[in-house]
C-alpha cells in the first residue's frame, strides 16, 4: 500500500512556499494567496516528495517522451503566482486553462468561486486523468476537464473572461483572442528570440 502523505508537513511546506513567493513579490494578491495556501498540490504528484511538490520555483516533471524529452509537468508555484497575477481573474469568471495536471486548475476554481466556471484542457489524456483524480479527491468537481487540441481554443465554452496557457507558444492563435469577451485577458508564455517569457494581453 503506498505511504500516506503527512499532512501536518504538507501544510507547514505549502505555507512557507507561499511566504517565499510573497516575499519574492510573486504573490501580491489576498485571493491568490489563500488558493495558494489551501490547495493541497501534493496529492496531484503523489510519486514526488512533499518537499518537491512545494518547491517554489521549481516544477515536477510528470512524464517524458521516449528521448527523456519533458512534455508534462506541474508548473512551479512561482510561474502558477505569476500567470494568475497577470491573469486578474475573480469571483465569477469563465476562465479556460490550457495545459492540466490539476493545481493550477484548483487554483483558478478557487479564484472564480461557485458562480464562475473553469475549463482546462490537455492534449494528452495521461495529464487529464490526472488532473481529473485529484480536482475529484480535493473536491473541485465543477471544473470541466477535457482531453483536445487547444491550439484553436475551446468554443464549446467561450466566450472566456481569461485564457491561461500554461504551455510555451511561439505564435497566439486568432481563436483565443476570438473567444475572449471584451476586457478579457490572454496570458500566454511566448518564445521570442530563444527567451520565453509570460504576456498578458487585453482584448
Ligand atoms: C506545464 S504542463 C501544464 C501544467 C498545469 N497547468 C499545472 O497544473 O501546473 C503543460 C501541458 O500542456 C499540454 N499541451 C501541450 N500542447 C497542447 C495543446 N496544443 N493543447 C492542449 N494542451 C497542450 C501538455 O500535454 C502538458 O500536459
Known sequence: MAEQPDENQATELRNTAVDQLKEGGWITSPAIEAAMRKVPRHLAVPEASLEDAYSAYNAVITQEDEHGNHISSVSAPQI??????QADIGPGDNVLEIGTNGPNAAYLAE??????????????????????????????????????????????????????????????PPAWIDQLKDDGRLVVPL?????????????
Open 111 to 172: 479564484l472564480v468561486g461557485h458562480t464562475g466556471q473553469v475549463t482546462t484542457v490537455d492534449i494528452d489524456p495521461a495529464p487529464a486523468d490526472r488532473a481529473k483524480r485529484f480536482l475529484t479527491e480535493t473536491g473541485y468537481t465543477d471544473v470541466n476537464v477535457i482531453v483536445a487540441d487547444a491550439e484553436n481554443g475551446l468554443a464549446e465554452h467561450a466566450p472566456y473572461d481569461a485564457i491561461v496557457v500554461t504551455v510555451g507558444a511561439w505564435d497566439i
Open 191 to 203: 518564445r521570442i528570440n530563444g527567451l520565453t517569457r509570460t504576456y498578458a494581453f487585453i482584448r
Open 80 to 85: 502558477q503566482a505569476m500567470q494568475l497575477e
